[in-house]
């Protein structure tokens, strides 16, 4: 099975956060616990057997956006974000562009560097004061960290390597698994998963993930809080795109304009939206 050389970046990630614990869970149900005050958006983590799933932790998973990076939100701000967003350890500053009028849901920060759009912080949980919203960022990016560690121990399915034409995986109907690219994971038109609600994948991809302009991932009887999409390299999704799963991303990840996501975005460097909808399952 592949491996990557960097794993989620651990020098940004574990090594400013050394002295934070997490608590790494999978299953069904609520995952919006935490130890910050404040509204944290409902939603399901991974549904299938714990063998199966990636776990993204008791924090990690109350989160539907988390960088380490910032948060980048360009064009009309007329994203829509549904679930908590947060960044660590950069200042709260970095996700400045992101409004609270584009989020249903808690922005968590380290400090209390959050302005928006000058008016409304409302959205906008930093600290410390109180120390429980920065450490619930931390422990979030820690338990994010370990996911990566997750999914990329998994070992691919007899005959589930490098699939599809240099990467290209249009047009296919994976069953669920866990399948291994050497290479970049192209989409440019559609791709299918076929399951059922319990049933999980995992791809691992050694290079990045591009999906092309339009291009979708349908799932049939999955669930996209069951499909983990782990990428070495960057993950563009293009103009109109349709993506559904758990996008896990040793680099940054960029949304064009008008692309959606049913999952989550969890990226090692940072997160650039464009008129988006991000929809936590």
């Known amino acids: 099975m592949n491996k990557y050389g960097s794993s989620f970046k651990p020098l940004m990630w574990v090594m400013a956060l050394l002295l934070t614990a997490f608590v790494a869970g999978c299953g069904g149900g609520d995952d919006s616990g935490g130890s910050a005050p404040g509204p944290s958006a409902a939603g ?4 299938g057997t714990a063998a199966d799933c990636v776990a993204l932790g008791t924090d990690g998973g109350t989160f539907v956006i ?3 990076a910032g948060i980048t939100n360009t064009g009309s701000h007329t994203t829509a974000i549904t679930g908590n967003i947060g960044t660590s350890p950069i200042t709260a500053a970095a996700m400045n562009d992101v409004f609270c009028s584009e989020i249903t849901g808690t922005m968590y920060g ?5 302005v928006g759009d000058g008016v409304d912080v409302t959205c906008f949980a930093g600290g410390p004061p109180p120390n429980a919203n920065k450490d619930l960022v931390d422990n979030a990016v820690l338990d994010a960290t370990a996911a990566f560690g997750f999914a990329d121990a998994k070992v691919p399915g007899v005959g ?8 290209d995986i249009t047009g296919l109907n994976l069953a669920p698994g866990v399948y291994n690219w050497t290479t970049g994971v192209g989409i440019t038109g559609n791709v299918t998963l076929t399951g059922t609600a319990s049933d999980v994948w995992v791809l691992q991809i050694a290079g990045g993930l591009t999906a092309g302009n339009g291009s979708t991932v349908t799932l049939v009887g999955a669930l996209p809080q069951n499909v983990f999409w782990r990428t070495a390299g960057v993950a563009a999704l293009g103009t109109t795109a349709a993506f559904k799963g758990v996008i896990l991303s040793d680099s940054s990840i960029t949304l064009a304009t008008g692309a959606t996501v049913d999952g989550r975005l969890y990226a ?4 650039t939206l464009d008129a988006n909808t991000v929809t936590r399952p």
């Open 44 to 47: 399901a983590v991974c549904t």
């Open 66 to 68: 988390l960088s380490t």
């Open 110 to 114: 380290v400090n209390a560097a959050y």
């Open 160 to 167: 589930n390597t490098d699939l599809g034409a240099a990467g």
């Open 268 to 271: 090692a460097s940072g997160v």
